[in-house]
């Protein structure tokens, strides 16, 4: 059965990022990043929702029930769903046109984020990692634009790229412990002609990678290999995700307008759902730091 690819609602996204399947609520959430806005989709109703945030959202996770942690451009915030409000868990001061941008919760109650260079010349920033104490510690840097963060099933290996070098880097990984040696999976923007942008792993530990300049996902192997590579009908795909209650559907966010890329086509900005894919997700694990103190 070849995959079917629907537009799974009508209203775009300028910047579309950062989608995480609920299991328990049963919804997708995502990022309109620079409107900005977090958005939630049903798929079994249609039904959509959106929640205005105070700037832009470079990435969320679950938290506590009704909450959902944000990376904001100055730190971490809990949303609360019910009534729309932001609560700050940790914040700071970020050098000259820098703000927070992709993240991923570990299998641990954690949650890794890093930051990105809105102007060219703006100095390199870092990778951080959010303790299920609440505690943020810094365990990288020299990110130009930090993207394809992801986990490996086991919790073991860390991934993450700097879209602008073009490589996805991988640490050993424990979420009590400092992070191991860095180490080169790919160099993407060679192999595939497209930096890094978002990711998700698979539940083989494949690690599927968003190739905005191409329009395309490509499938990596923990070892580095160059495994699949699929079209998708928006010019500007941005990151995905696997949803439903089995983790058979990608979900993929788009872009139609970003400070250095327009899309030309009517379908961009839109939401992505594909089905008969052949390839299964993982549970998303909620951070436990963003549960709301009662």
Request: proline fraction near 8%; charged fraction near 25%.
């Amino acid at each position: 059965m070849r995959p079917a690819i629907e537009f799974a609602v009508a209203e775009p996204d300028g910047l579309g990022e950062s989608p995480v399947w609920d299991g328990v609520a049963e919804r997708l959430f995502w990022a309109d990043a620079l409107a900005p806005r977090v958005r939630a989709l049903d798929p079994a109703t249609g039904e959509t929702r959106a929640w205005p945030v105070p700037s832009p959202i470079g990435s969320l996770a679950r938290g506590g029930p009704h909450t959902l942690l944000l990376a904001l451009a100055d730190g971490l915030h809990a949303l609360d769903l019910r009534d729309g409000t932001t609560r700050a868990l940790w914040t700071t001061d970020l050098p000259r046109d820098t703000r927070f941008n992709d993240g991923k919760a570990d299998r641990a109650g954690g949650f890794v984020f890093g930051t990105m260079q809105t102007e060219d010349d703006a100095p390199p920033g870092f990778l951080a990692r959010l303790r299920a104490d609440g505690t943020v510690q810094e365990i990288a840097r020299g990110f130009g634009v930090t993207n394809a963060v992801c986990v490996s099933p086991d919790g073991r290996t860390l991934y993450a790229a700097c879209s602008r070098v073009g490589v996805l880097w991988a640490w050993d990984y424990r979420h009590d412990e400092p992070v191991g040696p860095r180490r080169v999976v790919a160099d993407v923007k060679a192999l595939t002609g497209s930096g890094p942008d978002g990711a998700t792993v698979d539940a083989q530990g494949g690690i599927w990678i968003a190739l905005v300049r191409t329009g395309q996902l490509a499938r990596f192997t923990p070892d580095g290999r160059l495994d699949r590579r699929v079209d998708r009908p928006v010019e500007y795909p941005i990151c995905p995700a696997f949803g439903d209650a089995n983790r058979t559907v990608p979900f993929v966010t788009s872009i139609a307008r970003s400070r250095r890329l327009q899309a030309k086509g009517a379908e961009a900005g839109r939401l992505l759902a594909i089905t008969g894919f052949g390839v299964t997700g993982l549970e998303e694990h909620p951070v436990r730091a963003a549960v709301p103190v009662p």
